[in-house]
């Protein structure tokens, strides 16, 4: 009888837990309540938030001497400028940084020595550019491995590439940053009893390979040169026109404020080295229109909104404002 109303007590305890947890993990219910925006006015938010920024003002880069200064692919008779590793190197690298739309890329195969390239705007119809990219292939190989059974074998092609990248100021003649970069690429064949794939020595993975390497180093290469400050030229002064040099392609748009900066004078520091004093600020302008068809002919008309214009070119240099 004792037994009996323990287990009747005992029953009845663990309903009413059951009951209090049913109660305790019953959700309430959810009242949908209408935004205080209107439909309207949140469709234009969505749309500033996925608006495209404003263009980047792209900086004028040249890819000059870009050499294989390994002994693959090389022979006695072949000029180490003409160099098709070294050709193809350069070449990638100038199709990453167009694609990468930030840049306007020039090429200077030509162009070893920097003081041709600070010549270049009085002595050729040639863009000047801000930066000279020079560069060499460092390292190269290639090797096949593979395993041989009874019914079966399998071959491994690899390649390895190892790329060195300089970024050198074109007015100073310094190099301001280097870079490495390594890549591989491989590809596998397998053979079973006489039948299956079959590799032949494989051409493109030397590409893949130099691919991989220019991968591997490019994203530091675009940082480094958006860190430098763009600037461009003053063309020419008509009344109350200013002319600069760079337009839509170069990311320059009606309605953008640039300054107008005076170089620094020179001066000769004791260790012989020449240097440049900052430059200062004596106007600003906005621009009124753009013209030209491509990179090589385009600019800008501007208008003065503040400071006073020099009545000579000589010495000024356009960079970003900060309005």
């Not at 160099?83 to 690298?93: E, H, R």
């Not at 694609?99 to 270049?120: C, G, H, T, W, Y």
């Not at 170089?263 to 260790?271: D, L, N, R």
């Not at 240097?275 to 068809?293: H, K, N, R």
């Amino acid at each position: 009888m004792h037994t009996s109303s323990h287990l009747r007590s005992l029953f009845i305890g663990l309903s009413a837990v059951t009951v209090l947890a049913g109660c305790a993990t019953k959700q309430a219910e959810i009242e949908a309540t209408e935004g205080t925006a209107t439909r309207i006015e949140q469709q234009e938010a969505q749309q500033q938030q996925i608006a495209p920024a404003k263009p980047t003002l792209k900086r004028k880069v040249a890819i000059g001497r870009f050499s294989n200064e390994t002994r693959y692919g090389r022979t006695f008779f072949r000029d180490a400028d003409l160099d098709p590793l070294g050709k193809q190197t350069a070449d990638m690298l100038s199709t990453s940084l167009v694609d990468s739309q930030q840049f306007l890329v020039f090429e200077r195969p030509d162009l070893s020595k920097i003081k041709a390239e600070q010549n270049i705007v009085g002595e050729s119809n040639l863009i000047g550019v801000d930066t000279l990219i020079l560069g060499s292939l460092t390292e190269f190989g290639r090797k096949t491995t593979g395993d041989s059974g009874f019914l079966s074998s399998t071959k491994l092609q690899t390649a390895r590439a190892v790329v060195d990248i300089r970024l050198v100021d074109t007015r100073t003649g310094f190099a301001f940053f280097s870079a490495k970069g390594a890549g591989e690429a491989s590809m596998e064949s397998g053979e079973i009893a006489g039948f299956g794939s079959k590799a032949d020595y494989d051409e493109t993975l030397n590409g893949k390979a130099i691919s991989a390497a220019i991968s591997d180093v490019i994203g530091a290469l675009i940082n480094k040169l958006e860190e430098r400050p763009w600037r461009s030229e003053v063309l020419q002064l008509e009344g109350s026109n200013i002319f600069i040099a760079g337009g839509q392609r170069q990311g320059i748009q009606a309605g953008d404020k640039f300054a107008i900066m005076a170089s620094g004078s020179t001066v000769k520091s004791q260790s012989g080295a020449m240097i440049e004093l900052p430059a200062s600020q004596v106007a600003t302008i906005e621009i009124v229109s753009t013209f030209g068809d491509s990179e090589l002919n385009e600019g800008s008309v501007a208008k003065l909104t503040s400071g006073t214009m020099p009545t000579s070119t000589t010495g000024i240099f356009v960079a970003e404002s900060g309005e």
